[in-house]
């Protein structure tokens, strides 16, 4: 006998109060949240002034990354309002979460791709999943134009993070960092793509501070990749690049909301070069022991440039002049995993060479 459904574990069972659900609601779940808040000795060191630097590891989440706390809000009420298909567009990781989490509910997932455009440990993700894949012919602000389009009709619901429940299931990774720090950080940096998760982060800080939860809220801090700038710029980009394909996005959804969150909680917006992207997931694998795909590491990235950042004066910098001993959280949204071929292709890693035997093998290594 068990105490509680077995599938009960994830953040809507954690966060049941804090969550638009209620007893009738079915938990479609894969016992996502609850990832790891590591702290980071070296990043802390490089922070200096007796700052403490923590990497909230959501690509430790059941599909790799943390649209999976979205998506068990989603799909949990797309169940509760009796829908049999959903589709979303996707850079990626929205599309294996669907994939993943209409399954468990027993719906149909439709996905639109932009065409060349997926990393193929997340296009494989959709797949495996048992999906409906189409790629279509232009990007993803595209895919997700048409999904509004397709989504006002009543047999397919939308779960994209203009899905309010999206952005619900998103917001406990604050309360998380809020429940094991004992209070809200003073930093919170992101990446920022459709811009969804620096939303949700937010409404989750605001909530637990409003509840008593926490004496303080954090300047909330994104970078977004060079190429792929339209908050920073304060522009549509229309034709999106980088390296970082989770974030390669040039007409956030959530744009609105996310100016409202750096504006309200007196934080910033910056970029990061694809070269700094790269050179920070290499960085923090190497580090720290820590594998993240290149969209994640926009906020390593961002920290690291701000640290060694000597322009003068510089508006957007999030650690210049911080108090001595502020804490910082610094969310890594996705697994390394997922995308391989980018640090393949930035740097040659090939295996040294041996004879089968011991003396052959130490004499490589040096001994
Ligand atoms: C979705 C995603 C992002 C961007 O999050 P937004 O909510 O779109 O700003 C960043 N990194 C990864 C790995 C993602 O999957």
Redesign the pocket.
Same mark, same amino acid.
């Given at each position: 006998m068990f105490r509680q459904p077995l599938h009960d574990r994830g953040v809507i069972s954690r966060y049941r109060s804090f969550l638009p659900v209620n007893d009738t609601t079915p938990v479609v779940s894969l016992n996502e949240g609850s990832t790891p808040l590591i702290h980071s000795a070296k990043l802390s060191a490089l922070t200096g002034r007796g700052c403490e630097v923590f990497i909230k590891y959501? +690509?430790l989440n059941p599909t790799g &990354?943390?649209?999976d706390r979205g998506m068990t809000m989603a799909m949990s009420k797309a169940a509760e309002a009796g829908k049999k298909a959903v589709i979303c567009a996707s *850079? %990626? !990781? *929205?599309s294996a979460a669907a994939a993943a989490y209409a399954t468990r509910a027993g719906m149909e997932c439709v996905v639109l791709l932009p065409a060349g455009k997926i990393s193929a440990g997340k296009l494989a993700q959709a797949f495996v999943y048992g999906s409906k894949v189409i790629a279509i012919d232009g990007n993803f602000d595209d895919a997700l134009d048409l999904v509004r389009k397709i989504g006002e009709r009543d047999d397919f619901e939308v779960v994209n &993070?203009i899905n309010p429940f999206r952005i619900e299931g998103?917001k406990t990774a604050s309360f998380e960092i809020i429940d094991e720090l004992g209070d809200a950080p003073d930093i919170h940096i992101? @990446?920022? %793509?459709?811009? %969804? !998760?620096?939303?949700?982060y937010w409404k989750g800080y605001e909530e637990y501070a409003a509840m008593g939860k926490a004496t303080k809220k954090p300047r909330m801090t %994104?970078f977004q990749a060079a190429g792929s700038a339209p908050i920073f710029y304060n522009k549509v980009v229309e034709h999106p690049e980088t390296v970082?394909t989770? =974030?390669r =996005?040039g007409n @956030?959804? &959530?744009w609105d909301q996310?100016k409202a969150a750096i504006r309200d909680s007196k934080g910033s917006i910056d970029i990061v070069t694809d070269q700094e992207i790269l050179d920070a997931q290499a960085w923090l694998a190497a580090n720290e022991g820590i594998f993240?795909?290149p +969209? &994640?590491a926009?906020s390593v990235a961002g920290l690291l440039k701000c640290l060694d950042c000597h322009r003068e004066p510089c508006a957007t910098c999030p650690v210049r002049g911080i108090p001595e001993g502020s804490t910082l959280v610094l969310t890594v *949204? +996705?697994h390394g995993l997922?995308d391989i071929d980018a640090p393949l292709k930035h740097r040659s890693f090939a295996p040294l060479q041996a004879a089968n035997s011991m003396e052959a093998v130490l004499h490589t290594l040096g001994y």
């Open positions: 959501e +690509g &990354s943390f649209k *850079t %990626g !990781n *929205t &993070s998103q992101l @990446p920022v %793509g459709n811009a %969804g !998760n620096i939303t949700a %994104g970082a989770a =974030i =996005i @956030p959804a &959530s996310a993240i795909e +969209g &994640s926009a *949204t +996705g997922k």
